[in-house]
């Protein structure tokens, strides 16, 4: 069984069990998370889609990380103009722990 669910803007697939690093949610590690925006839902003989559907997404958040460094440098040839900003965007680490 499998859902397409919407999460902070973005699709996700998910599956019982499976980990997922998403935008960031607000809440602490171990806080239950119950998704309600789901898009598409498949439960081995039938398939679900739109207002068919009435499946909630259940998760737990396991921890905060943060992703890979993103550097955006500026610079205009001939006038010393240099400029050099960088982040590191959050993501929440989600366990999914049930879809019913």
């Keep these: 069984m499998f859902a397409i669910v ?3 803007g973005q699709q996700f697939k998910v599956q019982q069990g499976q980990n ?5 949610l607000d ?8 998704f309600t925006d789901v898009l598409l839902a498949d439960n081995g003989d039938a398939l679900s889609t739109g207002a068919d559907v009435k499946i909630k997404v259940k998760a737990e ?3 905060e990380v943060q992703g890979n460094k993103v ?5 205009k040839r001939r006038k010393g103009f240099r ?3 960088g982040h590191r965007t959050l993501f929440t680490h989600i366990k999914v722990t049930d879809i019913a």
Excluded: Q, R, S
């Design 61 to 63: 958040i396991v921890g």
């Design 83 to 85: 400029k050099k900003h």
């Design 20 to 24: 997922l690093y998403v935008p960031h």
């Design 71 to 75: 550097i955006a440098f500026k610079m």
């Design 27 to 34: 809440g602490k590690a171990g806080d239950a998370l119950e």
């Design 6 to 8: 919407k999460i902070a």
